[in-house]
């Protein structure tokens, strides 16, 4: 079964009801509404000032929306903050992975999840455990005991994926993660969300790359001047539709709405 198929009866995880933003007199986000299932991966594309950048930070539990509400596995839920978010099962890898680069990869998946017998860590514990979820992603490490500054960009991507999948993600963020790889390392990444997909996660990928997207998405959402300008499954859209999506947004006229600023605080 295709995944766009097997995605249609999956579980609702994560769903977004009419939220908004405001950041004084400027309006950043207005009534945006999707839903993102098991075993999916939606992408959100947009140009800069979409509003992408808010609605991340929002579903991380980083910002507070001024308007709407998150419901995790249909039950409503208001995030004091990413911890939060994170422990209801949402989790988002940046761009910037926030990895530390002289700790091995072991110790770097635990990162403030350490298993401890007494008053000491258990590192052969970690060890094991951080092999066991390394096995199950297809860009392979030398060793969960290399330091992270000896890895490749690909290769610290996938450090950073199995660290969320240590706190127990279900939906996972990713925020242009292949922005500063090659064409192989890129691929290799791309791959590894396609794992979390036949794994059962739903994922969010946040990308300016619509070739990639297409690769790799089963719906594609675009964002334009804070709106949701379309949702569209891929086979049954094109890149043309979608590239009009993100310049015109939903009617094609190009004209922005009075209601709706730049966003200062997205992408620049």
């Known amino acids: 079964m295709s995944p766009e198929m097997a995605n249609q009866d999956g579980e609702v995880l994560l769903e977004a009801r009419g939220i908004g933003k405001l950041f004084g007199h400027v309006r950043a986000l207005k009534d945006v509404s999707f839903d993102v299932r098991a075993g999916e991966v939606l992408a959100i594309l947009g140009d800069n000032g979409a509003g992408k950048s808010t609605l991340i930070k929002i579903l991380a ?15 409503e839920k208001v995030f004091s903050g990413p911890r939060e ?8 890898v940046y761009q910037d992975l926030a990895l530390v680069e002289t700790r091995d990869v072991a110790a770097n998946l635990f990162l403030g999840r350490e298993y401890r ?12 455990e951080a092999q066991q979820i390394l096995s199950g992603l297809t860009l392979r490490l ?16 996938a450090v950073a994926i199995g660290r969320v999948l240590v706190g127990g993600a279900d939906v996972i963020i990713m925020d242009e993660q292949t922005a500063a790889l090659g064409v192989q390392e890129s ?5 590894l969300v396609r794992d979390l997909r036949d794994s059962g996660k739903a994922v969010i990928l946040i990308s300016h ?10 719906r594609v959402l675009v964002m334009h001047l804070g709106r949701v300008a379309g949702i569209r499954t891929r086979t049954q859209s094109s890149i043309d539709e979608i590239v009009k999506l993100i310049v015109y947004g939903a009617d094609d006229s190009g004209a922005e709405d009075d ?10």
């Open 142 to 157: 030398p060793s969960v005991r290399v330091p992270i500054y000896l890895l490749s960009g690909g290769q610290r991507q």
């Open 85 to 92: 978010a994170s422990d209801s099962g949402i989790a988002t």
């Open 117 to 128: 017998r007494g008053l000491f860590v258990d590192r052969r514990r970690i060890y094991r």
């Open 259 to 268: 209601d709706l600023g730049t966003d200062v605080k997205d992408e620049q």
């Open 187 to 191: 691929e290799r990444v791309l791959q």
């Open 61 to 75: 539990g980083a910002y507070d929306p001024t308007e709407g509400a998150i419901f995790v596995r249909g039950v």
């Open 209 to 218: 790359n619509l070739q990639q997207v297409w690769q790799t998405a089963d």
